[in-house]
């Protein structure tokens, strides 16, 4: 019962965490209002006669733009500088035909954005990117609905996201799948099989052909841009546009470029410079697209030099591609555009009539779609911006101006405009955004009550707990009725809020009154401010410190054990002051030795260097690969070693260890090193379907092995105690010893707990492996420093109250309940692990290739989980191990000598266990919900920042993640470890006799 008491509160604690969030998200997170409308072109007023009447939109997945670049970064790679050269070449010698931009890509860099940025012409939003995997179709108006109006025939082949997007707008499609990264060519190859037949065919049964390759994308996120690879993926684009060239008639246009480009390791995403430098070619083989562009006013044109080249070169927006195409093709540009119109490839004339009548068009389109979006409901959005906008649209209105003045005001009001739904384009819901922050900030404060509630009631907490749940669910109920009653009053008053949004937060926000009201005098109980909790709240304010936060978390943990190591200074006995400044020390190397595996940010350069990855390659260091399997074979017999301190090494460890937990972390070490010398082409090209089915079931069998067969065996033999029953003498009783009964809760529950460290282990790459090792150590290190620490206070307390007890071994005495500074630690210990297993608060730091652990394709519930787990899954681990410390070294019978055991004293033991197991899933949830709290504030207070997306609003949808895995790792470690490993302990002790051990 007591037990069920514990996981209601904690799962209670959950549903508050949920709703805050949901509130909070969706006042901060909203996506961009999608208007219905479509440009109808009745009289051709909206467009201008084709240039060309077919075009070839050819997309080379991640085409950085330096990789085409005439003048590359200096120093030049020989991997993919100087490969792809055909645009550069066919641009120097065809001035007037050929044209090669630096083309700018919003983030997200993910490829599903940037196909709807290249056929609408519209922003992205933050949030789109969470529909990467699975886009649904695009309904607002977009190039191939226009092709569509006007009767034009459009083909596809290539990365089959774009059926996903645009169902039924191919006449002819070939669609390979687009998110097996470990298939460096069959979508390539199945681009160039479809494609060079269509345009050798003469009859030219198309009118808009689209090919996506995907190689160059592959490649960077399977060896990096740096491997022998991509130099074959570039020289094989190289001949494919040769080709394509050959075979292009006078009257097709062609159009070559990259969705995103890609940053040094290889992935995409964020908003990078070298993510979001991409190429961009257009070539017309027939008529040349301007007779001569060095006339074009300089205002109309910008440039953008990338990173270390040495020149700078002619740089557009992506989205330019829409109006300019569009236009090319006697298309209307679709009605959402925000993009402009390209200048070189409408100056036919030195007058510079049609690019005036081309921008004519493109304004009266953008300043169309800005009013109906204005007329929305969304329309609000734009307030701050409409002034500047309605005075750049009058500028465009002026009389006598010349034509050059005219092109200048129009092309201007086209990029104020992009500039000013760039600004806005995150739809605030202040009132939402308000709600979801007052019960977050609520919710933290009703867990510190409940928190100290639990903390005074001692051994009497069950009872505690089983009257204010009463009260927090009447609570809850009445702000049920209170919610329905006020969205029923005072619907026309609550902007943006439906029925179950106020209920979400009444109930809640009620329970939460309750909570503190009930245990408003308990409150005493937290004597000290969490310092590093502040510390680390308060730090992402800053966007500086978000940015190291990686460096912060390091500091916080030794700050957050420094006054340990000062009562060990001062134990009353040596042994204990040994215990504490050993185990302190070893904590404080393990600490240092993760804080050497880094990833580092974009912002972090040039004062950071990255060790997690091999130099300039997505792929382990040299170093790392040879401690790989050691770590493995050895880390189950450190954790043994550890357990032996109690004797408690006996039983179910003596063959778990060993026999589950090492073969899984040698199996995870071994899917690794198999994708390591598969990546590595250490063997012939021929070996690499082997590598991949031998990887994938070796996994898969150890998944199986760990969680069904060392799982199973730990539920029937939960227990690590062995007995002994030597022959009695003549004349004495028989004694029965049991061995480990000083640690028989902990015991048992680590082994729970390495049962899914086994399997983060194996998710994650082989630097992060060494990582979680060392993190695995420094927790039960850590968990002996608690104990002695306990041990000093104890006998503190003793010799405070009675001098003469220190020497009565008959005096049985309280084990001291465990505070929050000991559960920051812990916390810190998730969150350092977070960063040094490769991660950051960014998303071109997810390590995409844990998505293909357990299949060689993306399988959207396997791979989620798999990515989850490895970036996730440290976090995961540090919720779940918190019940060890008040299970470790907490024996069944008590802490008096045999003499002086009860059945009242070991059911006291046993209450306290359970009761500080709550507490300290309490104290966890509590640390990450106030970094959630300091995180959405500061998106909060800075949603108009410049780094609003790049830096607070990341962080912010981390820490959410962080405290929703943080919860149901506590709920799962209250719910079936500390149940099962009580219920097996009180029922081996329940009325035994026993000389201990």
Known sequence: MAFSKGFALLAWILILHLAGIYLFTSGFLLTRLSLPDFTLCLNNNCTLPPTHTRAVFLIIDALRFDFVSPEPPVPASSIHHNILTLPRELTAATPRNSFL????????????????????????????????????????????????????????????????????????????????????HTVDEGVIKHLFPLLEDNSKPFDFLVGHFLGVDHVGHRVGPDHPSMKDKLEQMN??????VELLDRETLLVVLGDHGMDRAGDHGGDGTLETSSAMWIYSKGAPLSIDPSAIPSGLLQYRTFPNAPASHRSIQQIDIVPTLSLLLGLPIPFNNLGSVIPELFWRDRQGAGLLRALEINVAQIKSYLDAYRASSSGGELDNDWLSLMSAWTATQAANLTVDQNLIVMSNYTRVALAACRSIWAQFNPFLMGLGLALLALGVAAIWATYSGLSSAGDNWDQWLGDQLQKYVRGAAVGAIVGLLIYVGLDSHLPGMDALDCILFCAPFVSCIVMIATSAPSLTSLKSLPVPLVLHAIAFLSNSFTFWEDRLVPFLIM????????????????????????????FAVCVRLVSTSTVCREEQQPYCHVTFYESSSPSAPL???????????????????????????????????????MPTLVAGAGYWLLEWADSAAILDGEWTPILRIARTWLVRASFFFVLVGGGSLWWAVPLCLDIESPPPKLGEKRQVTVVGYANAFGSSYLLFWTIFFAVVYATSQLTGQLVLALTAVALVAYLEIVDSVRDVRMLEALAASSPSALLNLETPSRSPPIRFADVVPVALLGLHAFYGTGHQSTISSIQWKSAFLLTSTVDFTLSALTVTLNSFGPLFLAGLAVPLLALWNRSPLGVGPPAAETPQARRKTDTQVQGESVVAGLGVMAYYAVLLLGTAVSAAILRRHLMVWKVFAPRFMAAVVELVVIDAAVLLGFGVGVQRVGDRVSHMFRGVGTQLA
């Not at 001949?239 to 394509?244: K, Y």
């Not at 054990?561 to 302190?584: C, D, E, N, V």
Request: aromatic share 12%.
């Open 623 to 661: 170093p790392v690969l040879y401690l790989a399997v050691p770590t493995a074979l050895s880390l189950p017999w450190v954790l043994r070693r550890f357990l032996k301190i109690s004797r408690s090494h006996l039983g179910l460890a003596k063959f778990f260890l060993p026999g589950i937990l």
């Open 559 to 586: 700050s957050s054990i420094a006054p340990l190591m000062l009562k060990g200074i001062t134990a009353p006995s040596s042994r204990l002051r040994w215990r504490i400044i050993g185990f302190s020390t070893l």
């Open 239 to 244: 001949r494919v546009l040769a080709r394509v």
């Open 101 to 184: 931009f630096n083309a700018y890509s919003d983030p997200p860099t993910a490829t599903l954005q940037r196909i709807k940025a290249l056929t609408t012409g519209s922003l992205p939003t933050f949030v789109d990117i969470g529909n990467n995997f699975g886009g649904s179709a695009i309904a607002e108006d977009s190039i191939m609905k226009q092709l569509h109006l006007a009767g034009k025939k459009a083909v596809f082949m290539g990365d089959d996201t774009w059926m996903s997007v645009f169902p039924d707008s191919f006449q002819m499609s070939f669609p390979y799948d687009s998110f097996n990264v470990e298939d460096l």
